[in-house]
């Protein structure tokens, strides 16, 4: 199974970006979810689609990024709308087949994981 995210960039606040998780080797059943890490922190949630299409997203997402889906191309969009300067980070892409509702905001429970692409955002 490999993962590549794509999309990142450098732009300014307000911006929006579209990144890209095309995942080969699954073909059906698994979720996908969007992790970002900024400089010195964490890996932090961002958003998780289930093969079932429901979303998930963390807070500081709702309202300003969307998830999508093309079965057809094994691809999950994250569509990033009015980015801040807060939102500067690798954002990375994951996939697990096995992965239950309650943990796809967990990162440690994912499975497989893409390269990560970086997003900058200045003011």
């Known amino acids: 199974v490999q993962l590549q995210a794509s999309g990142g960039g450098s732009v300014q606040t307000g911006d929006s970006l579209r990144l890209s998780c095309t995942a080969s080797?699954?073909?059906?059943?698994?979720?996908t979810g969007w992790f970002r890490q900024a400089p010195g922190k964490g890996r932090e949630f961002v958003a998780a689609i289930r093969w079932t299409g429901s979303m998930h997203y963390a807070e500081f997402a709702k309202g300003r990024f969307t998830l999508s889906r093309d079965k057809a191309k094994n691809t999950v969009y994250l569509q990033m709308n009015s980015l801040k300067p807060e939102d500067t980070a690798v954002y990375f892409c994951a996939a697990d087949s096995t992965i239950i509702p309650s943990s796809i905001r967990t990162a440690s429970q994912y499975d497989y994981w893409g390269q990560g692409t970086l997003v900058t955002v200045s003011s």
């Open positions: 080797g699954f073909t059906s059943g698994y979720a």
